[in-house]
């Protein structure tokens, strides 16, 4: 039976672009249909930098009802929703206050794959968040459905002012074109070890099914369906439209932002109040040290907050410092090396530390690294000897 294969890249056009996700889709196109799917024959269907969020679901649904294997690469860029905090894939029109209505819900994704039948589905992704997207998808890890294999990475937000290449998209594309399609978990670990060092901040997505639980407490908004026609693009006048199906939300997904404080810190990094977003979560860190102890995961989160934090705001010490700190003390605590929030940390570590400047730090900071390395290798192979090498560049 022949498989289908939906190529989507998206991100919108301007200063709101974080990666230039139609870069890959040439090639992807290079790759034969067949080696794309996995199967003898295949069609493919490509949507590159698509307008409307009406036509996307169009070409999904049409994916999703098709016979046989169906495979969905996805490029792009993830983007909340102001009134419900719901991620979105950003389209060409896509501002920060349009994604309710110019944007793609993720949550339709699953909804229009929800019915396919267990293991005939799998999706590739390489998504990049802005940083309101990164801080809310600690709480909130992205659904993409539960009977799906469901591969790829999630990246922090670029540098300012930088627009990031979709390099794990472009890995798989690569490996592709040599002609054979590895069992599709090899074929994301040969993706993930073509990344290097730049990947480690990542949020790798590795399930046969699910991959995260969603938001609790209520149903995720459906798509409109065939008979009662599409959302509409634009809001009219007099504010955001009503009804069922815009209105339809997690319950308490989005707490006040007056009484949330990752809220607040959000707003003061989109002000570019850096300073004040990493003082409100320092308060924060210290009231849980206070409560709990320095060791604990409300203490860490915090920590892990504030290293994110100067991340956003180009300092690299900072981030690489705090992610050092974590991992630390995790392991202090008896957490296992392999435990994967001490991977992710000395991960995160790692890749701060790459973008350090200055060879005094970066030599002080790469002993500590290289140190943890040999107690977390973490799951690429080859991370302790690219520290390793990197500190004997560094040699005075």
Not at 338 to 348: Q, T
């Amino acid at each position: 039976m022949p498989g289908t294969v939906l190529l989507l890249a998206a991100s919108p056009v301007g200063k709101g672009r974080l990666v230039d996700a139609a870069s890959v889709l040439p090639v992807l196109a290079a790759v034969a249909p067949a080696v794309l799917s996995g199967t003898e024959t295949a069609n493919v269907v490509e949507l590159a930098d698509p307008l409307e969020p009406q036509a996307v679901l169009t070409r999904l649904r049409a994916a999703a009802t098709a016979p046989g294997p169906l495979t969905v690469f996805i490029t792009g860029q993830l983007q909340l929703d102001r009134k419900q905090r719901l991620p979105h894939l950003a389209l060409a029109r896509t501002t920060p206050a349009t994604v309710r209505y110019t944007a793609f819900p993720w949550a339709w994704i699953r909804e229009e794959l929800r019915l396919r039948a267990p293991g005939t589905t799998t999706l590739l992704l390489d998504l990049h968040s802005d940083a309101e997207t990164w801080q809310w998808l600690r709480a909130h890890p992205l659904d993409s459905g539960r009977t799906h294999a469901v591969y790829g990475r999630i990246a922090p937000p670029p540098p300012r002012r930088g627009v990031a290449v979709p390099t794990y998209m472009k890995a798989v594309a690569t490996v592709l074109r040599s002609g054979h399609r590895p069992p599709v978990e090899q074929l994301h670990q040969l993706a993930v070890g073509r990344l290097g060092a730049e990947g480690y901040a990542d949020v790798l997505l590795a399930s046969p099914g699910v991959v995260g639980a969603g938001v609790p407490g209520g149903p995720a908004p459906r798509p409109p369906s065939a008979l009662k026609g599409p959302r509409p693009q634009t809001p009219p006048e007099g504010g955001p439209p009503d009804g069922p199906e815009n209105e339809r939300g997690w319950e308490g997904a989005a707490p006040s932002r007056d009484t949330d404080p990752h809220a607040a810190i959000t707003d003061a990094v989109q002000a570019g109040r850096h300073p004040a977003a990493d003082a409100l979560a320092a308060e924060h860190e210290q009231a849980a040290v206070r409560a709990h102890g320095r060791g604990s995961e409300q203490a860490l989160h915090w920590t892990e907050v504030r290293a994110d934090l100067a991340m956003l705001a180009g300092d690299p010490v900072g981030s690489c410092r705090a992610w050092l700190a974590v991992a630390t003390a995790r392991l202090a605590a008896g957490q296992s090396p392999g435990v994967p929030a001490v991977e992710a940390a000395v991960d995160r570590a790692h890749h701060q530390w790459g973008q350090i400047h200055d060879p005094a730090t970066a030599r002080e900071l790469g002993l500590a690294l290289a140190e943890l390395r040999g107690r977390v290798p973490g799951r690429r192979a080859g991370a302790l000897d690219h520290v390793r090498k990197q500190l004997l560049q560094l040699q005075p």
